[in-house]
T-cell receptor
Framework: KAGVTQTPRYLIKTRGQQVTLSCSPI?????VSWYQQTPGQGLQFLFE???????NKGNFPGRFSGRQFSNSRSEMNVSTLELGDSALYLC?????????????FGQGTRLTVV | AQTVTQSQPEMSVQEAETVTLSCTYD???????LFWYKQPPSRQMILVIR??????QNATENRFSVNFQKAAKSFSLKISDSQLGDAAMYFC??????????FGAGTTVTVRA
């Protein structure tokens, strides 16, 4: 069974540009969450999607957005990139939206903003 | 809001020995879940162990066990018989009722051969 797949693995963008990251969950999983990992702030929750609806959002500016498609694949978009957006972005999927279900993480997308 | 604190940035352990990682958390919820995740150099977060707050019995997974003290809001991880493959960054995490995972800053574990 394939794991959580995040593409691309690495990305370099210029300040002011926008970027789209993709996450394909494990087959059958319907819940997808996104996290930002930086040396300074650690791991921070971005948002959670279930059945194509955003169920929860972390404390990030509106430049960060996302969506989930009918096949549960999810994308997150960051507009008007800033240097501080450089981070590892992790996606996690779980079978259902429940606290007793295990979240499986992808290997992340390393975004560098120059 | 939930906060998770890991006060040990780095820990070193001799192969086959035992190491304990500390974690404290703050929450107003009575029912919640706690986790320890491992992040090796490959960057993929791997679930090590999970504890449900309403269960008093400490969780155990092979060489990994926790000491869950609900009143003290403490959730430490013990790695027994440490192996070279245990070297990684370990994160303590709290899952709230609204499904948000809050992570600690992490502890880097080094295993000496």
């Amino acid at each position: 069974k394939a794991g959580v797949t995040q593409t691309p693995r690495y990305l370099i963008k210029t300040r002011g540009q926008q970027v789209t990251l993709s996450c394909s969950p494990i087959s059958g999983h319907r819940s997808v969450s996104w996290y930002q990992q930086t040396p300074g702030q650690g791991l921070q929750f971005l948002f959670e999607y279930f059945s194509e609806t955003q169920r929860n959002k972390g404390n990030f500016p509106g430049r960060f957005s996302g969506r989930q498609f009918s096949n549960s694949r999810s994308e997150m978009n960051v507009s008007t990139l800033e240097l501080g957006d450089s981070a590892l972005y992790l996606c996690a999927s779980s079978l259902v939206r429940g606290r007793n279900t295990e979240a499986f993480f992808g290997q992340g997308t390393r975004l560098t903003v120059v | 809001a939930q906060t998770v604190t890991q006060s040990q940035p780095e820990m070193s352990v001799q192969e086959a020995e035992t190491v304990t990682l500390s974690c404290t958390y703050d929450t107003s919820e009575s029912d919640y879940y706690l986790f320890w995740y491992k992040q090796p150099p490959s960057r993929q977060m791997i679930l090590v162990i999970r504890q449900e707050a309403y269960k008093q019995q400490n969780a155990t997974e092979n060489r990994f066990s926790v000491n869950f003290q609900k009143a003290a809001k403490s959730f430490s991880l013990k790695i027994s018989d440490s192996q070279l493959g245990d070297a990684a960054m370990y994160f303590c995490a709290h899952l709230s009722n609204d499904y948000k995972l809050s992570f600690g800053a992490g502890t880097t574990v080094t295993v000496r051969a």
